[in-house]
């Protein structure tokens, strides 16, 4: 169709909400809306590899039917229309689900999920599926199948993962709306890195069923979550209110979710910084204080409080990972090479228990306190010590609850990650053992959790962090060095089933963001004009 490409730029930059208002009311069409993001998502590939199962010409065509409704005065869905992403995890009718699996090359999904499901019959159109890691377990995106997605900020870094491919083709303006993933921080971490808003729901606020049952799946006491990803938080909770019912409690044990976010003003927020288990780069401390302050400002009060050690929750995440030594990992892989970030993973867990307290005391003899930790934390658990870990999951719950409870606290402030956008490769080094740990706690609370972009770094505060023989520490330090100009989010969370609290002090710090400082979090074209063509790593 002829339309002119201001037309097309416009569509784009506008939010899900925005959009769906326009096309509601008829003021465009849901094939104009459809025909812009393609010819978006086409100026960014291939150099972005985002999208990874393209679906244009049925877009398309669902497009023209639902014109061709909206034309008979037929009624409208609240998401008439809306071109939406989904992660390659999920299933949907006709498409592969591969989870960068060689051995799942040949899949088609004979059926869609029922979170996907909800979208569809609220009227969101398809465009396509976006990449992820191998296993989805680490936080890049990048796997033997489809290969490598790049951050729209910067082409040398990662978009993380495992929902990275999600959040670039959001960052780019490729998709106004994209669901997404979250076992160890896979939503969270790449909004951070690439200057998005996304939630993680608490652990079974989603129905399950949207993935595919003959992949060997996590260890039940941690289970992943689906969630949206979105450029403006009024779209995450438009998501929210489509794929569970709104004033409707699903079970006695999962409250109705809530129609309107509640203001901020009177809540009581707290801060969680932990320099000693991991230092933070200067630009993620300053967006924690810009927000804090921003909430202040909107009338919430900022309290102190003292949650159990961050480091133990990194801990209990990694023994559940590797409580069976790897073996639900190994399994998920049918043969198929691993990628070496998952390789790692799977070597430290299979470590035989007796010799890891020898092993990972010459680690930190060797300024190798990291690695030690993560050797430490990796062992398996069966019979009564499976049941213990259990156990102090559960403490380790109620004791962050009462810290909470205490000092009634409503909303906690943490970074998502310890660090901007890293460069390709180094979530090797850098994961749920250190830099990561904020995302994971979350995680293993079952609490939900979300992300707004706050600020970019700056020149000039790209790194503070002292030198050091730990490589971990060291590639920590490459990762800060030229980071200026890359985004920064902050993550929001409260007890269990409020999402609603989260979302809501994310709406105030996201306008207050916005008329501070106008930074707009939408990645420009240009940055692709010299980009390689993307392989996998």
Known sequence: M?????????????????????????GISATAAIEAHIARIEGFEPALNA??????????????????????????????????????????????????????????????????????????????????????????????????????????????????GEAAIIASGGSPLGLGGDLGGSIRIPAHFTGVAALKPTSGRLPPGDTPSDIATVPRQLPAQPGPMARDVADLHLAMSIMTPVGVATSPDVPAYPAELPDVRGLRVAVQLDEAFFRSAPAVRRALREATADLAAAGASVVQFQPPALAEASRLFIRVMA???????????????????????????????????????????????????????????????????????????????????????????????ALPALRHGASEHLHVSNAAAYSVLYNVLGLPAGVVPVTTVRKGEESDRPRSRDPVERVAAETERGSAGLPVGVQVAARAWREDLVLGAMRAIEVAVRERSGVTFIADPKLFDTAPAPTAS
Do not use: C
Request: charged share 20%; hydrophobic share 45%.
């Open 323 to 417: 409580a069976d030594r790897g073996l639900w990992l190994r399994a998920s892989l049918h043969g198929d090479a691993p990628d070496r970030r998952v390789a790692g993973l799977l070597k430290a867990a299979a470590l035989p228990n007796a010799v890891r307290p020898l092993f990972a005391a010459a680690l930190r003899v060797s300024g190798q306190r990291h690695l030690a930790f993560t050797i430490d934390a990796a062992r398996s658990s069966r019979g009564a010590a499976l049941k213990q870990l259990e156990a102090d999951i559960e403490a380790y719950r109620t004791a962050y609850a009462r810290a909470m409870g205490e000092r009634r606290v409503d909303i906690v402030l943490s970074p998502p990650h």
């Open 51 to 164: 999208i990874v199962v393209r679906r244009f010409d049925r877009a398309r065509a669902e497009a023209a039917a639902a014109d061709a409704a909206a034309g008979s005065g037929e009624p409208l869905g609240p998401l008439h229309g809306l071109p939406i992403t989904l992660k390659e995890q999920f299933l949907l009718e006709g498409t592969p689900t591969t989870f960068g699996f060689e051995w799942r090359l040949m899949h088609v999904a004979g059926h869609t999920g029922p979170v996907v499901s909800a979208l569809r019959a609220a009227g969101a159109i398809v465009l396509g599926k976006t990449n992820v890691s191998q296993t989805l377990g680490f936080h890049e995106a990048d796997n033997p199948v489809y290969g490598m997605t790049r951050n729209p900020w910067d082409v040398t870094r990662t978009p993380g993962g495992s929902s990275g």
């Open 2 to 26: 002829n339309v002119p490409i201001a037309a097309f730029e416009r569509l784009t930059s506008l939010g899900a909400a925005e959009l769906v208002a326009e096309l509601r009311s008829g």
